[in-house]
T-cell receptor, first 116, second 112 residues
Framework: AQTVTQSQPEMSVQEAETVTLSCTYD???????LFWYKQPPSRQMILVIR??????QNATENRFSVNFQKAAKSFSLKISDSQLGDTAMYFC?????????????FGTGTRLQVTL | KAGVTQTPRYLIKTRGQQVTLSCSPI?????VSWYQQTPGQGLQFLFE???????NKGNFPGRFSGRQFSNSRSEMNVSTLELGDSALYLC???????????FGQGTRLTVV
């Protein structure tokens, strides 16, 4: 079974600053995906960024990037130039690679507040 | 293109009753998964359906069941409701062969 741990229940960052959210996971699988999802007050889960475990290069999506350390089983999210709209719950998630979308295992989430 | 639609958005039920929640996936998506989100347990996987077949199931009691129709719409049913079933129920759909899951806005179930 897989476990995902997010050790920061809450974080705060000022607008335009950079913040890093931490995530560690445990698995015996070698082929998997890792995701960061954002859940704003509207409650809809929105995919922020995805990392394939077999790719060494860290994924980036505009202001969002990850630091994927496979050996350490660490997957942190860096948000650059933070914006008020980034205020949300952020969930780290693991998915075994079965060739298609399958069960996601989520961490407990980090509540991010972006302030003026 | 319409997103994942979950109905109803809010629901209040009494202990012992049963409830049915509906999820309409994005057009063309044949995989539908359900998750329960509570403050205490976080996000937990309930089950996944693909082409009307349950492909994966989480660790929930038999009171939780689901099904998928030929048009890929899915329903989940909870019988004999308990106070602890109060939660946000999220549905996600995905294309066959794709890894990205698209979520709906959820159904907030309150059991009183």
């Amino acid at each position: 079974a897989q476990t995902v741990t997010q050790s920061q229940p809450e974080m705060s960052v000022q607008e335009a600053e950079t913040v890093t959210l931490s995530c560690t996971y445990d698995t015996s699988e070698n082929n998997y995906y890792l995701f960061w999802y954002k859940q704003p007050p509207s409650r809809q889960m929105i995919l922020v960024i995805r990392q394939e475990a077999y790719k060494q290069q860290n994924a980036t999506e505009n202001r969002f990037s990850v630091n994927f350390q496979k050996a350490a089983k660490s997957f942190s999210l860096k948000i650059s130039d933070s914006q008020l709209g980034d205020t949300a719950m952020y969930f780290c998630a693991f998915m075994k690679n079965t060739g298609t979308a399958s069960k996601l295992t989520f961490g407990t989430g980090t509540r991010l507040q972006v302030t003026l | 293109k319409a997103g994942v639609t979950q109905t109803p958005r809010y629901l209040i039920k009494t202990r012992g009753q049963q409830v049915t929640l509906s999820c309409s996936p994005i057009s063309g998506h044949r995989s539908v998964s359900w998750y329960q989100q509570t403050p205490g347990q976080g996000l937990q996987f309930l089950f996944e359906y693909f082409s009307e077949t349950q492909r994966n199931k989480g660790n929930f009691p038999g009171r939780f069941s689901g099904r998928q129709f030929s048009n890929s719409r899915s329903e989940m049913n909870v019988s004999t409701l308990e106070l602890g079933d109060s939660a946000l129920y999220l549905c996600a759909s995905s294309l066959a062969g794709a890894t990205e899951a698209f979520f709906g806005q959820g159904t907030r179930l309150t059991v009183v």
